[in-house]
Protein backbone atom coordinates (compact mmCIF):
# COMPACT_ATOMS: atom_id res chain seq x y z
CA UNK A 1 0.00 0.00 0.00
CA UNK A 2 1.42 3.33 -0.89
CA UNK A 3 1.71 5.83 1.87
CA UNK A 4 2.94 9.23 2.40
CA UNK A 5 3.15 10.07 6.24
CA UNK A 6 4.34 13.69 7.14
CA UNK A 7 6.03 14.98 9.79
CA UNK A 8 3.76 16.72 12.88
CA UNK A 9 2.10 19.90 13.05
CA UNK A 10 4.78 22.78 13.89
CA UNK A 11 3.53 26.16 15.93
CA UNK A 12 6.64 29.02 14.82
CA UNK A 13 7.16 32.81 15.45
CA UNK A 14 8.49 34.80 12.46
CA UNK A 15 11.69 34.56 11.50
CA UNK A 16 12.30 31.16 12.56
CA UNK A 17 13.14 28.35 10.57
CA UNK A 18 12.18 25.31 9.52
CA UNK A 19 12.16 21.89 8.20
CA UNK A 20 9.13 19.33 7.38
CA UNK A 21 8.94 16.34 6.42
CA UNK A 22 7.26 13.29 4.00
CA UNK A 23 8.06 9.72 4.14
CA UNK A 24 7.16 7.60 1.42
CA UNK A 25 6.46 3.96 1.35
CA UNK A 26 5.21 1.39 -0.35
CA UNK A 27 6.38 1.72 -3.43
CA UNK A 28 9.76 2.78 -5.11
CA UNK A 29 10.50 6.08 -3.45
CA UNK A 30 13.26 6.97 -5.98
CA UNK A 31 11.11 6.64 -9.31
CA UNK A 32 8.28 8.86 -8.66
CA UNK A 33 8.34 12.45 -8.46
CA UNK A 34 7.02 13.76 -5.01
CA UNK A 35 5.32 17.41 -5.36
CA UNK A 36 4.08 19.73 -2.12
CA UNK A 37 1.15 21.69 -2.29
CA UNK A 38 -0.17 24.78 -0.34
CA UNK A 39 -3.44 25.00 1.38
CA UNK A 40 -3.85 28.76 3.30
CA UNK A 41 -6.96 29.06 5.79
CA UNK A 42 -10.24 28.51 3.53
CA UNK A 43 -8.10 28.63 0.32
CA UNK A 44 -7.70 26.59 -2.57
CA UNK A 45 -4.36 24.14 -3.60
CA UNK A 46 -1.08 25.79 -4.82
CA UNK A 47 1.62 23.69 -5.86
CA UNK A 48 4.77 24.78 -5.05
CA UNK A 49 7.30 22.72 -6.07
CA UNK A 50 8.58 18.94 -6.93
CA UNK A 51 11.29 16.53 -6.92
CA UNK A 52 12.61 13.56 -8.50
CA UNK A 53 14.11 11.78 -5.28
CA UNK A 54 16.23 9.48 -7.96
CA UNK A 55 18.67 12.23 -8.78
CA UNK A 56 17.39 15.00 -6.19
CA UNK A 57 16.04 17.08 -9.84
CA UNK A 58 13.90 19.75 -8.89
CA UNK A 59 11.48 22.52 -10.63
CA UNK A 60 9.67 25.15 -8.31
CA UNK A 61 6.91 27.31 -8.80
CA UNK A 62 7.91 30.83 -10.10
CA UNK A 63 5.12 32.37 -6.95
CA UNK A 64 7.77 29.94 -4.85
CA UNK A 65 10.69 29.75 -6.14
CA UNK A 66 13.38 31.31 -3.83
CA UNK A 67 10.79 31.33 -0.85
CA UNK A 68 11.35 27.84 -0.17
CA UNK A 69 13.69 24.90 -0.15
CA UNK A 70 12.83 21.03 -1.40
CA UNK A 71 15.06 17.96 -0.94
CA UNK A 72 14.93 14.44 -0.72
CA UNK A 73 17.20 11.89 1.38
CA UNK A 74 16.54 8.73 -0.95
CA UNK A 75 18.23 6.70 1.71
CA UNK A 76 15.11 7.03 3.63
CA UNK A 77 12.59 7.67 1.21
CA UNK A 78 11.82 10.87 2.72
CA UNK A 79 11.39 14.24 0.95
CA UNK A 80 11.71 17.70 2.60
CA UNK A 81 9.75 21.39 2.64
CA UNK A 82 12.29 24.10 4.56
CA UNK A 83 11.92 27.82 5.23
CA UNK A 84 15.17 29.77 6.40
CA UNK A 85 12.65 32.61 7.80
CA UNK A 86 9.33 32.00 7.97
CA UNK A 87 6.30 34.56 7.77
CA UNK A 88 2.92 34.84 9.16
CA UNK A 89 1.72 34.15 5.57
CA UNK A 90 3.33 31.00 5.27
CA UNK A 91 0.67 30.04 7.80
CA UNK A 92 -1.17 27.15 5.93
CA UNK A 93 -1.44 23.49 5.91
CA UNK A 94 1.48 21.96 3.38
CA UNK A 95 1.00 18.24 1.69
CA UNK A 96 2.94 16.27 -0.09
CA UNK A 97 1.87 14.41 -2.87
CA UNK A 98 3.21 11.73 -5.41
CA UNK A 99 3.65 13.87 -8.80
CA UNK A 100 3.00 11.81 -11.94
CA UNK A 101 4.07 14.19 -14.48
CA UNK A 102 3.51 14.89 -18.08
CA UNK A 103 4.30 12.22 -20.16
CA UNK A 104 3.67 11.45 -24.08
CA UNK A 105 0.00 12.75 -23.98
CA UNK A 106 -0.17 10.73 -20.31
CA UNK A 107 -0.23 11.48 -16.02
CA UNK A 108 -0.02 15.02 -14.89
CA UNK A 109 -2.02 14.51 -11.62
CA UNK A 110 -1.09 14.04 -7.91
CA UNK A 111 -2.26 10.26 -7.09
CA UNK A 112 -1.34 9.56 -3.19
CA UNK A 113 -1.29 12.63 -0.89
CA UNK A 114 0.21 12.63 2.59
CA UNK A 115 -2.03 13.62 5.71
CA UNK A 116 -0.29 16.98 5.49
CA UNK A 117 1.28 19.18 8.17
CA UNK A 118 0.01 22.20 9.36
CA UNK A 119 2.12 25.01 10.14
CA UNK A 120 0.62 28.27 12.19
CA UNK A 121 3.34 31.27 12.21
CA UNK A 122 2.31 33.30 14.56
CA UNK A 123 4.46 36.06 17.13
CA UNK B 1 -0.59 31.43 -14.84
CA UNK B 2 -4.38 31.92 -13.67
CA UNK B 3 -6.32 29.46 -11.38
CA UNK B 4 -8.93 27.73 -13.09
CA UNK B 5 -12.16 28.77 -12.43
CA UNK B 6 -14.58 26.45 -10.71
CA UNK B 7 -18.23 27.74 -8.84
CA UNK B 8 -18.02 28.40 -4.98
CA UNK B 9 -20.60 26.22 -4.45
CA UNK B 10 -23.05 23.39 -5.60
CA UNK B 11 -25.65 21.65 -3.85
CA UNK B 12 -27.86 18.82 -4.32
CA UNK B 13 -30.28 15.95 -2.23
CA UNK B 14 -29.05 12.82 -1.92
CA UNK B 15 -30.04 10.38 -4.88
CA UNK B 16 -29.72 13.24 -7.74
CA UNK B 17 -26.60 14.45 -9.93
CA UNK B 18 -24.89 17.18 -9.41
CA UNK B 19 -22.12 18.41 -12.29
CA UNK B 20 -19.11 20.80 -11.13
CA UNK B 21 -17.46 22.63 -13.89
CA UNK B 22 -13.83 23.98 -14.48
CA UNK B 23 -12.88 26.71 -17.20
CA UNK B 24 -9.41 27.21 -18.56
CA UNK B 25 -8.30 28.37 -21.38
CA UNK B 26 -6.74 27.37 -24.87
CA UNK B 27 -3.39 26.95 -23.57
CA UNK B 28 -4.31 24.66 -20.50
CA UNK B 29 -7.89 22.52 -20.38
CA UNK B 30 -8.72 23.58 -23.81
CA UNK B 31 -5.34 21.93 -25.55
CA UNK B 32 -4.55 19.02 -23.20
CA UNK B 33 -6.77 16.02 -22.15
CA UNK B 34 -4.83 16.09 -18.84
CA UNK B 35 -7.47 17.37 -16.20
CA UNK B 36 -7.34 15.76 -13.15
CA UNK B 37 -10.22 15.70 -10.05
CA UNK B 38 -9.65 16.04 -6.13
CA UNK B 39 -12.23 15.68 -3.31
CA UNK B 40 -11.64 16.72 0.14
CA UNK B 41 -13.61 15.72 3.24
CA UNK B 42 -13.81 18.55 5.65
CA UNK B 43 -10.38 18.40 7.85
CA UNK B 44 -8.69 15.76 5.38
CA UNK B 45 -6.14 15.49 2.69
CA UNK B 46 -7.37 15.71 -0.97
CA UNK B 47 -8.14 12.59 -3.00
CA UNK B 48 -7.79 11.98 -6.22
CA UNK B 49 -10.94 10.76 -8.17
CA UNK B 50 -10.76 11.41 -11.95
CA UNK B 51 -7.20 11.65 -13.90
CA UNK B 52 -6.43 12.23 -17.56
CA UNK B 53 -10.06 13.74 -17.81
CA UNK B 54 -12.44 10.39 -17.71
CA UNK B 55 -9.99 7.93 -15.84
CA UNK B 56 -11.00 6.70 -12.15
CA UNK B 57 -8.92 4.86 -10.20
CA UNK B 58 -8.97 1.84 -8.92
CA UNK B 59 -10.85 1.82 -5.83
CA UNK B 60 -13.10 5.44 -6.86
CA UNK B 61 -17.02 4.65 -6.89
CA UNK B 62 -18.47 5.03 -10.51
CA UNK B 63 -20.71 7.25 -9.13
CA UNK B 64 -18.49 9.93 -10.28
CA UNK B 65 -17.20 10.69 -13.85
CA UNK B 66 -15.37 13.30 -15.89
CA UNK B 67 -15.92 14.91 -19.27
CA UNK B 68 -14.14 18.00 -21.01
CA UNK B 69 -15.76 20.37 -23.68
CA UNK B 70 -13.41 22.67 -25.22
CA UNK B 71 -12.13 24.76 -22.55
CA UNK B 72 -14.42 23.73 -19.29
CA UNK B 73 -13.96 20.00 -17.75
CA UNK B 74 -16.53 19.02 -15.38
CA UNK B 75 -17.38 16.46 -12.66
CA UNK B 76 -20.39 14.58 -12.54
CA UNK B 77 -21.51 12.77 -9.34
CA UNK B 78 -24.60 11.06 -9.59
CA UNK B 79 -26.48 8.84 -6.76
CA UNK B 80 -25.81 11.80 -4.33
CA UNK B 81 -24.53 10.47 -0.78
CA UNK B 82 -24.25 12.25 2.35
CA UNK B 83 -20.85 11.17 2.53
CA UNK B 84 -20.00 13.08 -0.96
CA UNK B 85 -20.12 16.43 1.27
CA UNK B 86 -16.51 17.60 0.42
CA UNK B 87 -14.55 20.17 -1.58
CA UNK B 88 -14.22 19.62 -4.95
CA UNK B 89 -10.40 20.70 -7.10
CA UNK B 90 -9.44 20.48 -10.54
CA UNK B 91 -6.46 20.84 -11.91
CA UNK B 92 -5.01 20.96 -15.67
CA UNK B 93 -1.59 20.29 -17.12
CA UNK B 94 -0.86 23.77 -18.85
CA UNK B 95 2.37 23.02 -20.93
CA UNK B 96 6.49 22.29 -20.07
CA UNK B 97 7.15 25.25 -18.07
CA UNK B 98 5.03 24.12 -15.00
CA UNK B 99 3.18 21.39 -13.06
CA UNK B 100 -0.19 22.67 -13.84
CA UNK B 101 -2.86 24.79 -11.97
CA UNK B 102 -5.47 24.25 -9.87
CA UNK B 103 -9.29 25.50 -9.87
CA UNK B 104 -9.92 27.61 -7.13
CA UNK B 105 -12.77 24.87 -5.25
CA UNK B 106 -15.89 23.75 -4.79
CA UNK B 107 -17.72 22.90 -1.70
CA UNK B 108 -20.27 20.57 -2.18
CA UNK B 109 -22.95 20.51 -0.02
CA UNK B 110 -25.16 17.59 -0.28
CA UNK B 111 -29.22 18.50 1.56
Known amino acids: EVQLVQSGAEVKKPGESLKISCKGS????????IGWVRQMPGKGLEWMGI????????RYSPSFQGQVTISADKSISTAYLQWSSLKASDTAMYYC????????????????WGQGTLVPVSS | QSALTQPASVSGSPGQSITISCTGT?????????VSWYQQPPGKAPKLIIYEVTKRPSGVSNRFSGSKSGNTASLTISGLQAEDEADYFC???????????FGGGTKLTVL
Open chain 1, 51 to 58: IYPGDSHT
Open chain 2, 26 to 34: SSDVGIYNL
Open chain 2, 91 to 101: HSYAGSSTVGV
Open chain 1, 26 to 33: GYSFTNYW
Open chain 1, 97 to 112: ARHRPHYYGSGSYFDY
